[in-house]
């Protein structure tokens, strides 16, 4: 993705105040069952994610993949089980946690550098600025959100996420309603950022390709449960070919009950 | 017959005279006149029908038309204005009436967001207030005026009670219901973010309520001048609302007449201002958006 590199500029990295060595989260479930109502939407699932790695969850709509995100965030509870990030629960980890969302949820009445910063404290504010230069948006700071493109109001999403230099930041489905060469500069930003900063990442996606880009490890949900646990050793950025278009197949096979 | 004739030729030479200035050149230039004086034009045009209207009244108060005792035309009112205003008695009367508007808005105002800030932000609040607020909501405040007479008598009191009661309501429902319509998806998001109490407060619920508090200050204003008006002119001892009812008894139909056209400029005036405040204030808002 030349194009995306002149709005990527690696000294950023080095003048972001806090240095991005903080370690990403490692993420332990055990026996987690969530139910609504009679029907339960995770049944009993145990799972592991190592400090650092990116994590794709894929699976059909309705299987569950959002409402496991959303235990990580501790914005919903376990009916069984247990969620650990690092040695805490989601609640006293939240620090160090950040969230982008489908539908980006920018504050309308606030601009976008202010977006950025939203949460910070004052004298971290300068880290705000570094992040929204590393999205490439150093020159919309100013703006209110409204006046911004789909693809770049997900960027001030990514910045503010990235700004708090969180160990751990759950995607959820974050590039879902943008338009596909949208995506691929995306994908590769997000990419770019997280080699950068080291944290654990875990996207939720029902877009199979993405999750064979980006992750290094992909989760098949299906009926509560997981499905399907594969690792992808590839060298990274990944392009289209022969690999990766074998991951896929193997992914949506599964979904699609194809042998 | 023949002067029809003569008329006739009259007008038809006329058409053809004007016709040839439209040659295609004095066309487009004209066009180009009408053209720089649009902005200009449509700025005045909101004055057109009031400056019509003054121009009708005066006309048919000239002709006789309409008897000066009944209604008197627009410059006897002037007359009236200049008079009243170096006698000291109108500056006053509207000094008056204004700290009472102001006092009884304040009051009713902060205390009608407090309740509707407390209800809108708090299960707890909104069990205890709401049901009753909109039982209390279905009486018309003006109801009230012979128990407050009884309760205040005719004093400042009572006018600013009055008051105070009738902006309540407004500013109470819109506070309420402009925190309960924030988007919970942006609270959720700020709450992963850190933000909790006071911040939370300041970035995302006052200013997500804000469009609707505004809708309710400005409704409340309209409900601050009429409920003045009326408590004036039923009990009073000064202000504009007494001025005329005094006025009244003299049959001094200019001075009536003036504090009717006062109470429209000063109401005016007041919502001018509510825009303004709302323009500013909502500069982020699409609706209200000048580029």
């Known amino acids: 993705m030349s194009f995306l590199a002149p709005s990527l500029p690696r000294e950023i990295a080095a003048d972001t105040p806090a240095s991005p060595a903080q370690a990403g ?5 055990r026996g987690i069952t969530r139910s609504f109502g009679a029907r339960a939407v995770l049944h009993d699932i145990d799972l592991d994610i190592a400090p650092g790695q990116f994590v794709a969850i894929v699976g059909r709509s309705g299987s569950g993949k959002s409402t496991l995100l ?62 929204l230069h590393a999205v490439g948006l150093a020159d919309r700071a100013r703006d209110w959100p409204r006046v911004l493109s789909g693809g770049q109001k997900q960027r001030v999403a990514l910045a503010r996420a990235l700004a708090a230099d969180p160990q751990l930041i759950l995607l959820d489905e974050p590039l879902g309603a943008l338009d596909a060469l949208t995506r691929l500069e995306m994908q590769s930003l997000i990419e770019s950022l997280w080699q950068r900063a080291a944290f654990t990442a875990v996207l939720v996606t029902h877009d199979v390709a993405e999750a064979a880009i980006l992750a290094d490890r992909i989760l098949l949900i299906e009926n509560g449960a997981i499905a399907l646990d594969l690792a992808v050793d590839l060298p990274r950025p990944r392009r289209a070919g022969a690999a990766l278009a074998e991951i896929e197949s193997q992914v949506l096979d599964r979904i699609l009950g194809r042998s | 017959m023949s002067e029809q004739v003569k008329v006739f030729c009259f007008f038809s030479s006329e058409k053809k005279k004007s016709l040839s200035f439209f040659h295609p050149a004095w066309a487009s230039f004209l066009k180009e006149r009408l053209k720089d004086l649009l ?65 009884g808005f304040a009051i009713g105002g902060s205390l009608g967001f407090c309740v509707g800030l407390a209800a809108g932000i708090s299960r707890l609040a909104e069990n205890l207030f709401d049901g009753t607020m909109q039982m209390l909501r279905m009486v018309p405040h003006l109801a009230l005026i012979p128990l407050i007479i009884v309760w205040f008598g005719i004093g400042e009191s009572a006018k600013v009670f009055l008051v105070a009661v009738g902006v309540f309501f407004p500013i109470y429902y819109n506070t309420y219901h402009g925190i309960r319509t924030i988007d ?95 323009r500013e204030a909502l500069a982020w808002h699409p609706s209200f958006s000048q580029a």
């Open chain 1, 25 to 29: 989260l490692p993420i332990r479930l």
């Open chain 1, 70 to 131: 959303r235990l990580l965030a501790g914005l919903d509870q376990p009916d069984g089980g247990e969620v650990r990030l690092g040695d805490q629960s989601p609640r006293d980890a939240a620090p160090g946690l950040r969230i982008m969302f489908q539908d980006g949820r920018l504050l309308p009445w606030r601009r976008v550098l202010d977006n950025v910063a939203l949460g910070l404290p004052r004298a971290h504010r300068p880290r705000a600025t570094a992040a």
């Open chain 2, 39 to 103: 902005p200009t034009a449509r700025a005045l045009l909101p004055s057109v029908v009031p400056v019509a209207l003054l121009i009708i009244w005066e006309l048919l108060s000239a002709t006789g038309a309409v008897p000066e005792r009944k209604l008197p035309s627009p410059h006897r009112v002037l007359i009236a204005f200049w008079h009243l205003t170096r006698t000291g008695e109108l500056p006053h009367d509207v000094l008056i009436s204004t700290l009472r508007a102001a006092t």
């Open chain 2, 184 to 278: 919970a998806g942006l609270l959720e998001m700020a709450r992963v973010q850190g933000l909790s109490g006071p911040a939370l407060f300041s970035e995302v619920i006052l200013p997500g309520a804000l469009p609707s508090i505004l809708v309710g200050i400005r409704y409340a204003l309209g409900i601050m001048w009429l409920t003045l008006i009326v408590a004036e002119t039923i009990a009073g001892n000064s202000g504009i609302g007494f001025m005329t009812m005094n006025a009244r008894e003299f049959m001094q139909t200019d001075v009536v007449v003036l504090g009717i056209l006062l109470y429209a400029v000063l109401g005016k005036l007041i919502d001018m201002v509510a825009r303004f405040i709302e």
